[in-house]
């Protein structure tokens, strides 16, 4: 079992799948053994709720929320605010995980309390926008790496394929060129690209198409989150202060957000727009996991186990570690590459991988490594 993907591996045909779940069964080539897989999680337990965990995770982040705001009153005007600052930057990133799992429907049975605390929590505690993110993420998940399909390869300050680096012109060609070299400090600005994306949502609804009831919620949600935090910040503290205490905030959520879901995907073989890949080659050989102990599976909100995630996207994060297993058994059966990598050296992976797509915006030219991990 390798760590890596091979660069020139061709994916076996199926009928294109239609669904962001689990296959059914009834297709032929990988996905049909998707069932056994799948028998196997379930005899396992590995699909049965796990409140426990994720109420002890709530009321953890609520208290370190609440020590946050105290360390706040009690530091006054000081520039000890700003490690505050930071301190909350990874408490809304990790209350942003949580809303992602809610949308997943790994936290509760009910998928009006999943949806209702998933848009609490990312839109009124975060300020995202929930209906945003679901529609963003659904298509995301029924269709990884797929060009045309997956929305989290479309350009969005960063490109992601040679075919758009080529088609960047002005002061941004610039920016592409070294893309890779500059995605981390591109990264601090991601969470105000977040907050514009929530507030974009709201005004036109999701992706343009009107929503609204989520928009009126989400609306209410947003003016309420960003009227109470931005009040507090300039009230007691200097304007200077303020800022810096919203520009640390904000980066430090920012980057972690993009370092936990860029190294899932990016630099993996990407699929054409109408290639015929079945559900669970689809899955497994465009996600790569994360080696680390629980310390990396609490920075990523469980996305270190993203083979297993796109495989059993309602599996609570404490299955997922040991879902790995069978997983991979499974995948040694069938011959299908498991990649698995470190944290640090999935980052080394990204960068290269981005600034070998940007090359295409200095010179109009197939990228050579980009095509070979491209699957057709």
Known sequence: MTTE???STQAPAARPYRSTGPGDGKRTGGTSTYAALLAQ????GLLRRRRGFYWSMFAGLVVALAACWVAFAMLGDSWFQLIVAGALGIIFTQFAFLSHELAHRQVFESRKWNDRAGRGLGTFVVGLSYSWWMNKHTRHHGNPNTVGKDPDIAPDGVVFIPEDAAKVTGPMRA?????????FPLLTLEGI???RHAVVSVLRGADGRPDPRGRITEGVLLVARFAIYLTVVFWFLPFGMACAFLGVQLAVFGVMMGASFAPNHKGMPTIAHDAKVDFFSRQVRTSRN????WWVSFLMGGLNYQVEHHLFPSMPRPALRQARDLVRAHCDTLDVPYTETTLLRSYGIVVRYLNRVGLSARDPFDCPMVTELRIN
């Open 5 to 7: 993907l091979p660069l």
């Open 41 to 44: 999680v379930k005899d396992a």
């Open 175 to 183: 920016v592409i060129r070294h893309q890779g070299w500059l995605f």
């Open 193 to 195: 690209n977040l907050h």
């Open 290 to 293: 994360i080696r680390g102990g």
